[in-house]
């Protein structure tokens, strides 16, 4: 420790980046003048107290940061090295490194921690600090940077994914659980970058298709797909309601409700600081215009069923392409949930397969339509998506676990 923190003091130029005239007589003079800094870097380690040459205002800046991030409530995310792939073994760098705050002086932890880690020198102070403080954080791979700071997906700006078959590819995701939202914004970038086809999509305002509804239903001519895959539905489903009150949502925010609700022919109530009775009043008029509503849309759903058509347009696609399909299920739940096609529009049916289901509700018509039509589709919890999308942890996981 003690050479550690002389060594810090001394900043070293090598005699190879001199001149090479004379080069024996320059390392001698070399290692002269190594020897001289050395004692004096022992010097300024001693009068410094073995402290660090950099300091540490920066920990006392990000220490203050980190105070203002908490106490506005914000969600917190430390991002790792991007998983090294070596000898076909996937070295997955996310969670990796950590030392206990206690530990950090100590050589030996500090020294173990080193050799997988996924953190930088600083970041592994920071990361002890948040642990020994009981933060929580979301973990992410470098590679997820993009995504995350773009806003991909289910998570931030509302961005409309169509899917992507890409014709090189082997695999397509054909469904996805939509509340893993970082996992989606993976999915879409990895899609993006090539590394497999992604059949699922997002639509978020009318452009993308939301709130349309696609007659392309074979067995029902005329028909779109929404009575297949929901049935009736009640007439609360074209009522949006946002309670302004327990939260106060932002400008932007209640721009996204207001055009929601328009692209899907709803009727928007926003509580604010109404009344009870006068709010009691504009619940029960909002409710009647939504039976209104409901029944000149004829019980279909108000966000359409154009996804599904897209959706499914993209499944053949990939078919066609002979990819290898997969189905992502929610963690412990792989395989649960499943319904026949021809159930779907049943209430009593979906009811009972939503008490311990693995699937998102667009997943449930997904994976029936994908049974219906006879298609092999391989399943996975979500935790093995992190290996799915990196190759050198598939390579890995198919000795470990068949289903890869």
Not at 130 to 141: A, I, P, V
Not at 142 to 162: M, N, W, Y
Not at 323 to 333: G, I
Not at 335 to 356: E, F, I, T, V, Y
Request: overall charge negative.
């Amino acid at each position: 420790m003690e050479m550690d923190q002389t060594l810090g003091c001394l900043q070293k130029v090598h005699f190879s980046d001199l001149p090479t005239q004379g080069v024996e007589s320059k390392e001698f003079e070399w290692e002269e003048e190594l020897a001289h800094a050395l004692i004096s870097a022992r010097e300024l380690c001693i009068a410094n107290r073995g402290r660090a040459p950099w300091g540490c205002k920066w920990f006392e800046e990000w220490r203050r940061n980190l105070d203002l991030a908490v106490m506005h409530k914000q969600r917190l995310h430390v991002f790792y090295f991007e998983n090294n792939v070596a000898f076909s073994v996937c070295f997955a760098h996310v969670g990796q490194g950590k030392v206990l705050w206690d530990q950090l002086c100590s050589d030996n932890a500090r020294s173990q921690a080193r050799r997988m880690s996924g953190l930088g020198a600083s970041q592994t102070a920071e990361v002890a600090y948040l642990d020994k403080l009981g933060l929580k954080y979301c973990e992410h791979d470098i590679k997820d940077f993009e995504a995350f700071v773009t806003g991909f997906g289910l998570t931030s700006k509302r961005i409309a994914f169509p899917g992507k078959i890409n014709m090189s590819a082997s695999s397509c995701i054909v469904s996805f659980p939509g509340k893993y939202a970082q996992e989606w914004d993976r999915a879409v970038s990895v899609a993006t970058d090539r590394v497999c086809s992604l059949a699922c999509v997002f639509l978020t305002d009318k452009a993308s298709g939301l709130g349309k509804h696609a007659f392309t239903n074979p067995d029902a001519p005329n028909q779109c797909w929404c009575h297949m895959l929901y049935g009736h539905l009640p007439a609360d489903t074209y009522l949006n309601v946002v309670d302004n009150t327990t939260r106060q949502l932002s400008d932007e925010e209640l721009a996204f409700k207001s055009e929601d609700a328009e692209a899907m022919g709803q009727q928007l109530l926003i509580r604010r600081d109404q009344r009870e009775s006068v709010w009691q009043l504009e619940h029960q008029q909002a409710l009647l215009e939504a039976h209104e509503c409901c029944k000149q849309n004829s019980g279909r759903a108000p966000w359409g069923c154009q996804w599904f058509e897209d959706w499914r347009r993209n499944v053949q696609n990939a078919a066609k392409q002979n990819q290898t399909l997969h189905v992502f299920f929610f963690e412990d739940m792989v395989g649960k949930g499943k319904m026949k096609w021809d159930q779907l529009r049943n209430d009593d049916a979906r009811a009972a397969a939503r008490k311990s289901s693995g699937l998102g509700v667009s997943q449930t018509a997904e994976v029936a339509y994908l049974d219906m039509l006879g298609l092999t589709y391989h399943e996975h919890d979500i935790r093995e998506f992190e290996a799915f999308v990196n190759p050198g942890c598939r390579n890995l996981c198919r000795r470990l676990c068949p289903r890869f």
